[in-house]
């Protein structure tokens, strides 16, 4: 760990603003959140091969929203929950 923040001390601002990041973090994940549901049925392009991919990179987003989202309250987890219950 030592070697770690010796080549990156951003880390140590990191850890000692975790709430301001987890905060910012979570905002821009809500922000997200909302605009996917909001063209959750926009229009795809009428051919079919544009659909066909409009509807599979949609599907995708949705995917990679949803392992973020999962990242995130397990990294809360460990920064705020896990200690407070250590303690």
Sequence with gaps: LS?????????VWLSEHKEAVF???????????????RNRHA?????P???QACLRTR????AVY???VGFYLLGGWFA???PWLSA
């Design 59 to 62: 599907k995708l987003s949705v």
């Design 66 to 68: 949803a392992v973020s």
């Design 80 to 82: 705020f929950v896990q």
């Design 23 to 37: 905060g910012f973090a979570g905002l821009m994940m809500a922000v997200s959140g909302v605009l996917q549901w």
């Design 3 to 11: 070697s770690l923040v010796s080549v990156f001390p951003q880390i």
């Design 49 to 51: 091969a544009l659909r």
């Design 43 to 47: 229009p795809c392009p009428t051919d």
